[in-house]
Each structure stands twice: as structure tokens, then as C-alpha cells.
């Protein structure tokens, strides 16, 4: 008997979001899109469905994934963490009262860190459910260049998805899971967005948001 095939991506919102899970839903798998706002799953009728969620109560991670049990049958064999929170700081004085405040820190931790790292977890532990003949097991966050580069004005959100960059690149290159053939996955680029699109010609990869949603996509063929 075939295994379902499920997957589970956060912060689905109507650009990279959508166009994954449609990609997604047209492989066969069945598409649990969470996010604050549907954006769409009429079309894919029961093969998509819609969880609200509010990443920044990370506390809410855990019951996503019971819901995508209780809907389709087992747990997401493919797991895309694309949510994030930008609050921009003063170029000039970042750390100014008024530029950087204790709640939007919080915030902006609690989506692009804590959520993501009890997403992980509990992916970690519903690929541990799945049968031997589930090939895929597959944890991707999206990330950007803030952990290769600094930027004016980004201080809290360069921080708080470098941190989780970090994460993922620690579990990768001590292959902590590879064992149970789980793959964590860390989508980023090299260059700043802008650099990308003036550089189209030269440098070898596409634009930022098409290098991710082509990523994206990659990993789900296999």
C-alpha cells in the first residue's frame, strides 16, 4: 500500500508559500499550508487545507502538526518553515529606544527562531512515525544572506534568523540525523537580493526568490 504523501509548510503566504504547496499538491502530496491567512486552498480541494497560526505564540507549533495527523492520516514526510517577521531598526542608531524595543525582539525571535526550532522538533519526531518506505524526510527553512553578511537597518531580523541558521547548519555538518535519513536543509543565497538582480548576467544563480522557490521544489522531486 502506497504511502501518503504529506507535506507541511509554515508561514504559506500568497508568493513562495502558495506557489510551493501548488507545486507540491500537482506531485501527489497532500498540503497542510499554516499561516494567519488562507490564501488559497479551494483549488486543490481536499488535497490542501488551511491552519491558522500565529508564529509568534511558538507554543501554538505543536498542535499543527496533530491537526495534519488527524486530517490526512500521518504525519508531513516534508516540512518547509518559510515564515518570518522583519521589523526594521534605524540605520543610523539601531539600538535607539525608539529603533529597538524589547517587544519587537521578542517577536520577531519567536517567528524566526523558537517556532522554527519547535518545528523542527516536532517534524523530527513525526519522520521518526513514518515507514522505512517514506524515502522522504525533509526539514527546509528558508533563510536569507543575514548570516553570511550585514545589512543596514535589519538588526533584530538579521539576528534572530542567523541564530536559526546557525541550528540547521550545526545539525547538517554533524549529520546527527543522516542515520534515519532525515535532511535538514538551509535555503539561502550569497548575495544581498539587490546584488542578485543586478548581477543576473554574471553570477551563476537566478534571482534570490526564484534560487528559493527553485530549491524549494527541488527537494520535494526527490
Not at 183 to 210: A, G, N, W
Request: glycine letters at 6%.
Amino acid at each position: 500500500m502506497e504511502t501518503t504523501k504529506v507535506a507541511l509548510i509554515f508561514g504559506a503566504g500568497p508568493n513562495i508559500g502558495r506557489h510551493v504547496a501548488d507545486a507540491l499538491s500537482e506531485k501527489g502530496y497532500k498540503v497542510a499550508l499554516a499561516s494567519r491567512t488562507n490564501h488559497g486552498t479551494d483549488q486543490y480541494k481536499r488535497n490542501q487545507i488551511h491552519i491558522p497560526i500565529d508564529l509568534t505564540r511558538p507554543e501554538n507549533v505543536p498542535g499543527v502538526f496533530d491537526q495534519v495527523k488527524n486530517e490526512f492520516g500521518t504525519f508531513p514526510s516534508v516540512v518547509v518553515y518559510n515564515g518570518a517577521l522583519r521589523i526594521p531598526n534605524d540605520p543610523e542608531d539601531p539600538l535607539s529606544l525608539s529603533s529597538f524595543k524589547i517587544q519587537d525582539y521578542n517577536s520577531s525571535m519567536s517567528v524566526n527562531t523558537t517556532s522554527v526550532l519547535l518545528a523542527l522538533q516536532h517534524a523530527v519526531a513525526g519522520f521518526r512515525t513514518l515507514p522505512a518506505s517514506a524515502t522522504i524526510k525533509t526539514f527546509i527553512f528558508t533563510g536569507n544572506v543575514l548570516n553570511l553578511v550585514t545589512v543596514p537597518g535589519v538588526l533584530t531580523f538579521g539576528i534572530t534568523k542567523s541564530a536559526t541558521a546557525y541550528a540547521i547548519r550545526s545539525l547538517v555538518d554533524t549529520k546527527v540525523y543522516q542515520k534515519d535519513g532525515i535532511r535538514c536543509v538551509l535555503l539561502t543565497s550569497r548575495l544581498p537580493c539587490h546584488l542578485y538582480r543586478r548581477r543576473t548576467e554574471t553570477f551563476p544563480f537566478p534571482p534570490f526568490t526564484e534560487y528559493i522557490y527553485l530549491g524549494q521544489i527541488h527537494i520535494a522531486k526527490h
